[in-house]
């Protein structure tokens, strides 16, 4: 793993810096949400783009985000599978079909109602995982779907590279690799334990780590392939990016830029190499180490609440309003700081 990954023990801490633009730059690729909505996925399948968010299914054509679908219940997930969407909202699963983009409900096996749907993801055998709300977390199996984990409340979930599922709980952090289950929490022995045992977000960066986000920490796991995998001895821990209590929506790694947050203080940059040692060790080690230098950046149009790689090492960033496509050179202009002005 990275070195600048793997010796954080405090936070990291925020150290402002005026961001500023380039005079003359093209303006970067925006797409108005025709209303105003909490955006809750983004999903490319075969080559289109949706948006999914709270109530609707966008579909970006030439310049223009089409709403395709409206759901009368909250969404509050979404993945593609095959030819369809399949969308988790508070009553139950759908299936919408991006032909003629009818719905149809896929029932769990539980009792009553259908449950509130917390996670939605596909594992390396292209399976569609459900995580339902008092129940734990299904696995479709031929025609019908089998509970696979029963835990109380998940909160996120997804599979990566190395072919492991992860589960995020109120009770810990919950891996299946080869068939078997391993659970990380406060209490856990045997290089198992992580800071907290609600785990509240599950975030890859696209370069083989795992970002797990807590109600009191943040530990990062190495998960395959990749230059940060190299070296997965170590679990870095930090309490919290930028401040105690911000909110990670999301991230990406910026090849030779470091790591790019995106929070509810927003935009933050934790780059490759520090801007500027801190005065203050960390206190919670005995070793003296430099806190990472955060920069803010500037949002291009609101709160990001979704913050995705696309192809061409192009990021997507979507607010309530719009979506806005970044080149990285058009990260490194906001991350520039003005002549004369140091980090601090």
Partial sequence: MSSFLRHFRCGLALV???????AG????????????????????????TYLVTEHSVLRLE?????????????IRCA????????????????????GAFRAHPLALPTPGAQPSIAALFCDAAGALWVGADGYGAFRQ???????????PAINDGLATADSAVWLATNTGLYRQQRGAWTRFNEEGVANHEIPDNIVERLLPDHRGNLWVLMSEGVTVF???????????????????????GNAVTGLAYLRGQGYLFATAAG????????????????????????QRALLPLAAPAGPVLLLQPGPHRRLWLVSRCEITVLAERDVRRLAAPPAGRAAR
């Avoid at 199996?141 to 835990?151: E, K, N």
């Avoid at 040692?277 to 430099?290: H, S």
Wanted: overall charge positive; hydrophobic content about 45%; charged content about 15%.
């Fill in 25 to 48: 730059a093209a303006a970067p690729p925006r797409y108005a949400l025709p209303t105003p909505e909490r955006p809750v996925a983004l999903l490319r399948p075969a080559g289109a």
């Fill in 62 to 74: 030439g310049k223009q985000l089409v709403t395709k679908y409206h759901s009368d219940n909250v």
């Fill in 222 to 244: 190495a998960t395959g392939p990749g230059p940060a995998a190299a070296d997965a001895a170590e679990l870095p821990t930090v309490k919290f990016i930028g401040q105690p």
């Fill in 16 to 22: 402002l810096a005026l961001p500023v633009g380039s």
């Fill in 79 to 98: 993945v593609a599978a095959d030819t369809a969407l399949v969308l988790g909202t508070r009553q139950g699963l759908v299936r919408v079909g991006t």
């Fill in 267 to 290: 935009l933050l940059l934790l780059p490759a190499a520090p801007a500027a040692p801190l005065d203050r060790p960390a206190p919670t080690t005995d070793r003296v180490e430099p």
């Fill in 141 to 151: 199996t031929g025609g019908g779907f089998q509970l696979a984990l029963s835990v």
